[in-house]
């Protein structure tokens, strides 16, 4: 699986996916400062799954009908990289198959789905 974590998201994240055998681009290390329309357009081509915690990314999906590959939004109260890390490693240890082409909103105690709408 491939992951595209955005600056946001942080550093520790992305370096934590690569332990865990996952492919990432980090936009904070390769391409930082680059906005979110470019962001998008590049998960998608490039077929990245997006982690995110910038909740503009469900605007330009939704309301701009925007296309994409995957989509996690991060909805968490504490921001720090342990407890992202603990969030992540639950949702892919629970739901990784689900995750292409699914819009995933993951607060500390939910996972909710909304698929990709053709």
Request: net charge negative; charged share 30%.
């Amino acid at each position: 699986m491939r992951f595209l974590v955005d600056e946001n998201t942080g550093v520790v994240v992305a370096r934590w996916l690569r332990t865990q055998g996952y492919e990432v681009f980090s936009v904070y290390e390769e391409a930082r400062g680059t906005n979110d329309d470019e962001i998008l357009q590049k998960a998608f081509d490039e077929n990245w799954i997006l982690i995110t915690s910038d909740k503009d990314f469900g605007e330009k999906v939704y309301r701009e009908q925007r296309s994409h590959r995957g989509i996690v939004l991060l909805r968490l109260e504490d921001e720090r990289s342990n407890n992202k890390i603990d969030t992540l490693q639950r949702l892919l240890d629970n739901y990784s198959e689900q995750l292409p082409n699914s819009f995933v909103v993951v607060t500390k105690n939910q996972v909710r789905f909304a698929r990709v709408q053709s």
